[in-house]
């Protein structure tokens, strides 16, 4: 007798990532009530389930879905406001004066619902965000069905969501005790950067984290001047300044981590935290090249981030992917690093492991929770495909996502994102945010 399951999805090639560098031909996925119950040949399949609904992807490869380990989605309404500009003068002149201008509640929902739409179109069914305004954050995830790590952001400047470090963490923890049981939201603690945040600031982020056992996603060693300030200011390099306040740890997420010394790859692995490599903004804002391979000859887990649409432009883990392995090649002089399996790893369980997720996805586990992505490989430009996995490294991008699931619920289906709101909705309200924000700069 078949065993009735909730989905069946059969696949061309199917990349479980674990274990790493298997690519499984002609199977399928057994989904029920959201998780992953059995993984195994379409033949067999066919056999042992019947499904309530049946997805045939016969010229696909089935993924995990992709998990953006840092960005800040609102942000996706000032894509192009400021290109061109190094890091400081991009905040200091335009970023942080806009957003003190602007940003509120509805601004933060807007952008997200936005941004959110842009990542499940490309296959992410996760991210790590951080951003003013939580409580508006937390409601569009939730109505876009996405799963997100939502940073409660801790900055010494006064927003027009909080006054000080008090106020910042107070009304932060009052929205994770809000959101705390929804099933596809979890939280962070999500202090700016070093340089933003004092002492005090950090030294309370990091007795939250360890009483409420959360995650901390904090800027760090973006660039060469923030290393050449901490020094002149104190005469400790960053990394160093928050091993000193207990923040470095396994629970904490370095963003950028472009310019490091031996001395901080020791700390990074000592602690066994983790980093968000961004190439794409790291390149845009001219930050520099991360040491990737290095990191990963040390141990250090990294995931992958876009960084946000202000300074990228794209939320697209297909080009990171993409970037991340040739700058490491480039950078290396040595082509054999960081392959494809890896840089999908990255993209995947890697992120996982970073936010202390790695139970529940980034691979394709039965157990896991169903949230996977089929890249459609049916076109010209695909063939021959001697490697599947390779073809999604280095000559995908993420319009070839045909189907995404989150929590085996469908987001996007034959290439057609489905939101509550709909596209022409959302160009309406991206409209109404750029007339606001040409208006009020001049």
């Given at each position: ?101 602007h ?11 936005l ?42 400047f ?9 106020d ?8 994770y ?32 984290a ?17 290393i ?5 200011a ?19 997420t ?52 876009t ?7 794209r939320?697209?883990?297909?080009q ?46 039965p ?71 040409v208006?009020?700069?001049?």
């Amino acid at each position: 007798m078949s065993t009735p399951v909730d989905l069946l999805i059969h696949s061309r090639w199917l990349i479980p990532v674990e274990p790493e560098r298997v690519v499984l031909e002609h199977h399928s996925v057994a989904v029920n009530q959201g998780a992953i119950v059995d993984i195994l040949p379409r033949s067999d399949a066919i056999r042992r389930y019947q499904a309530d609904e049946l997805v045939d992807l016969p010229t696909h490869t089935l993924i995990p879905g992709l998990i953006n380990l840092h960005t800040h989605a609102p942000m996706s309404l000032m894509r192009g406001v400021a290109d061109d500009l190094p890091l400081d003068r991009w905040l200091n002149e335009v970023i942080w004066p806009a957003e003190t201008r602007h940003v509120s509640a509805a601004f933060v929902r807007d952008g997200t619902l936005l941004a959110a739409r842009e990542m499940l179109r490309g296959g992410i069914t996760t991210c790590n965000d951080m951003y003013f305004f939580p409580d508006a954050a937390a409601s569009a995830y939730a109505d876009a069905g996405m799963r997100a790590v939502i940073g409660l952001i801790v900055i010494d400047f006064p927003s027009g969501w909080a006054s000080d470090t008090d106020d910042y963490l107070g009304k932060g923890l009052a929205v994770y005790d809000q959101w705390r049981e929804h099933p596809t939201l979890k939280f962070a603690l999500a202090p700016h950067a070093p340089y933003s945040v004092s002492d005090h600031g950090l030294e309370r982020v990091a007795t939250l984290a360890a009483e409420l056992d959360l995650p901390i996603h904090i800027h760090v060693h973006e660039t060469a001047a923030e290393i050449h300030q901490a020094l002149a200011a104190s005469n400790t390099r960053p990394l160093a300044r928050l091993a000193r306040l207990g923040l470095l740890g396994p629970g904490l997420t370095a963003v950028h981590a472009v310019h490091l010394d031996d001395a901080d790859l020791a700390r990074l692995a000592h602690h066994g935290a983790h980093v968000a490599h961004c190439p794409s903004s790291n390149m845009k804002l001219a930050s520099g090249i991360a040491p990737l391979a290095t990191l990963l000859e040390r141990g250090i887990n990294v995931g992958l981030g876009t960084d946000g649409a202000a300074s990228n432009n794209r939320l697209d883990l297909f080009q990171e992917m993409r970037q991340a392995a040739l700058l490491a090649k480039v950078a290396q002089q040595n082509a054999a690093v960081v392959p494809a399996h890896q840089v999908l790893g990255m993209a995947t369980l890697g992120g996982a492991r970073a936010l202390g997720l790695d139970d529940k996805i980034g691979s394709i586990v039965p157990g896991k929770r169903a949230d996977l992505c089929a890249v459609d490989l049916s076109d010209p430009l695909f063939a021959p495909c001697f490697d599947p996995l390779s073809h999604l490294v280095y000559v995908c991008g993420r319009e070839q996502v045909s189907h995404v699931w989150v929590d085996g619920k469908a987001r996007v289906r034959d290439g057609k994102v489905m939101l509550q709101i709909n596209d022409s909705e959302l160009l309406a309200i991206a409209a109404l945010w750029q007339t606001k924000l040409v208006h009020r700069a001049g």
